[in-house]
């Protein structure tokens, strides 16, 4: 019975449910703007794309740049001290992280790594870091009118707004000194403990300053000191450094005059003096050719010299080739010199990626020639 009452209730119960939903979907078509739903919508958008432009904007400046770059070497190198065709394998890895404040000026910081541990390596002068991140340079450059440009920063060379006048492509670490490496590739200070004061790696506090008169004409200087906290800035304890250039150049020739002085001990000191020049032959094929020359007079000692020759062809089918030699150091009329030797071709497989070939030969006083041969892959990104 019960049975029979609900199923007389339900037809009841649904007519009467019917006219209340038509009624509700009626009401909510009808209250429907879309118009104002998409003003709504958008007003919330635009307020999360506004959190999220600040959040960006406080994480990362938008006047920030990276760029990165990456060596890869297989080679082997025979001769006085090394293994016979012992092939070996090392790469380095490295950062540059530049922002601007003005437009005009720049911070810029260069974090490297690398294992290279072998001759190869050596003599390319690649970093062996052991794997491990290093903090090589922190510089700060800016304007000072509109010809004056001033550098300071630490774990950076004295040299580096000088305009060296060389356009040779050097495959060995040596011969890309252009025959001055000291004269017009001066590094930085280091403490007093009996290393080289102008070692690439050491951690100095360096300030420089380049004036451009136009027309081709610069001149650039400066200083360094170690700064350490037993040493100080420009004392007895620091080996420091102090160097200026004057260059002319233009795109087919030009020359450099560059003198430094480094302390090599607390009581003793050296002077180096360097000539380099360069002059671009007009003409296809024809290469450019750069020389260079360097005087070291020690305190207490002989006057030593060295000299550069590079030849560079820019084009030669889908790369470029270089051939040079250099005295492997500054040698006293007394000294027994020897030079190294260097060929390469460099060609680029693509926008970021180069590989270069190259051979050397490099005389050892007394003892079997060092012969390699190299093939570097470099990427750039």
């Not at 491990?132 to 040299?159: E, H, Q």
């Not at 030797?341 to 060092?370: H, L, R």
């Amino acid at each position: 019975m019960k049975l029979f009452k609900s199923l007389l209730v339900a037809p009841a119960t649904l007519g009467l449910l019917a006219p209340m939903s038509a009624t509700a979907n009626e009401v909510t078509i009808d209250d429907f703007n879309p118009a104002e739903e998409l003003a709504v919508t958008n007003s919330r958008l635009d307020g999360i794309e506004a959190r999220l432009n600040n959040f960006e904007a406080g994480s990362f400046s938008t006047t920030t740049s990276a760029s990165f770059g990456a060596d890869f070497v297989i080679g082997a190198v025979d001769g006085a001290g090394y293994l016979q065709e012992a092939l070996t394998f090392d790469y380095q890895y490295g950062m540059t992280l530049s922002t601007s404040f003005t437009g005009e000026d720049s911070l810029d910081l260069v974090i490297e790594t690398g294992n290279a541990a072998s001759a190869s390596g050596t003599i390319l002068d690649m970093n062996g870091m052991s794997d491990k991140l290093n903090l090589d340079g922190i510089t700060y450059t800016f304007p000072l009118g509109d010809k004056t440009t001033v550098m300071v920063g630490d774990s950076t060379d004295v040299s580096a707004l000088y305009s060296t006048a060389c356009t040779y492509s050097a495959f060995t670490d040596l011969l890309s000194n252009c025959g001055s490496g000291t004269a017009a590739g001066l590094g930085g200070g280091t403490a007093d403990q009996g290393t080289s004061s102008t070692a690439d790696d050491a951690s100095s506090a360096t300030i420089a300053a380049a004036f451009d008169f136009g027309n081709g004409f610069t001149l650039a200087g400066g200083l360094s000191g170690a700064g350490g906290d037993t040493e100080g800035l420009f004392t007895k304890e620091s080996l420091d450094v102090y160097g200026v250039q004057a260059a002319y150049n233009t795109d087919s020739y030009g020359a450099s005059l560059s003198y430094a002085l480094t302390d090599t001990s607390a009581t003793a000191e050296s002077s180096f003096w360097g000539l380099n020049a360069f002059y671009s032959f007009d003409g296809e094929g024809l290469p450019s050719i750069s020389v260079g020359y360097e005087s070291e007079d020690p305190s207490g000692s002989s006057t030593k010299e060295g000299y550069f020759v590079g030849l560079s062809w820019d084009e030669v089918g889908p790369g470029s080739f270089s051939i040079g030699m250099s005295s492997t150091a500054n040698f006293a009329d007394t000294d027994t010199e020897t030079y190294q030797y260097e060929a390469a071709y460099s060609y680029p497989i693509n926008d970021g990626m180069t590989i270069t070939p190259g051979v050397f030969i490099k005389e050892v006083n007394n003892a079997d020639d060092q012969t390699g041969v190299i093939v570097k892959t470099s990427f750039s990104f």
